[in-house]
């Protein structure tokens, strides 16, 4: 089974410094995907980026970056710029890819993230 | 706005009711997750329909039960509820396998 490890519990970072966010897992498929989540607190689960295994290039959205090192089954999360509104808790998530196997995302346990003014 | 709806957003019951979640999925979605989240076990996946039809099973309850029907919307029922039952209960739903998730903004439920 699939398991996803977030080993920072907390986190905190100074408004427009920059903070990566760590998260490892364990697998012995070779197609998957990796998203993150935001969980702000009104609780909303907001998708923040993806990345597809078979992609070597790390995906980007605006401040938000991955490091995906598929050898070492390691995807961070950088976001630079921090803003206030980028605190929350962020869920790191795998997806197998195999046809007819399930589709479920398997969560770690949050990185709580705050932003200091 | 994910277009995914969740209903109620706020259930307090008592021990040993039963209660039903409502899940509406994004237009022309076809899957259907639920997750449970609570503070010790972080999301924990229940189960997921496809079209009407199980797709795969998680960690749910025999208490627990779910069904998708012909208009695609699901329906979650906790029943014999205990005080670890509470929790935040959130429907997801895809088009289709390889396509992320996008989430209801949860039900949240407190068993007293």
């Known amino acids: 089974a699939q398991t996803v490890t977030q080993s920072q519990p907390e986190m905190s970072v100074q408004e427009a410094e920059t903070v990566t966010l760590s998260c490892t897992y364990d697998t012995s498929e070779s197609d998957y995907y990796l998203f993150w989540y935001k969980q702000p607190p009104s609780r909303q689960m907001i998708l923040v980026i993806r990345q597809e295994a078979y992609k070597q290039q790390n995906a980007t959205e605006n401040r938000f970056s991955v490091n995906f090192q598929k050898a070492a089954k390691s995807f961070s999360l950088k976001i630079s710029d921090s803003q206030l509104g980028d605190a929350a808790m962020y869920f790191c998530?795998?997806?197998?890819?195999?046809?007819?196997?399930?589709?479920?995302?398997?969560f770690g346990k949050g990185t709580k993230l705050t932003v200091n003014p | 706005d994910s277009g995914v709806t969740q209903t109620p957003k706020h259930l307090i019951t008592a021990t040993g009711q039963r209660v039903t979640l409502r899940c509406s999925p994004r237009s022309g979605d076809l899957s259907v997750y639920w997750y449970q989240q609570s503070l010790d076990q972080g999301l924990q996946f229940l189960i997921q329909?496809?079209?009407?039809?199980?797709?795969a099973k998680g960690n749910i309850l025999e208490r627990f039960s779910a069904q998708q029907f012909p208009d695609l919307h699901s329906e979650l029922n906790l029943s014999s509820l205990e005080l670890g039952d509470s929790a935040l209960y959130f429907c997801?739903?895809?088009?289709?396998?390889?396509?992320?998730?996008?989430f209801g903004n949860g039900t949240r439920l407190t068993v007293t």
């Open positions: 329909y496809y079209n009407g039809e199980e797709r």
């Open positions: 998530a795998y997806r197998s890819a195999r046809r007819g196997g399930s589709e479920k995302l398997v």
């Open positions: 997801a739903s895809s088009p289709e396998y390889n396509s992320p998730l996008h």
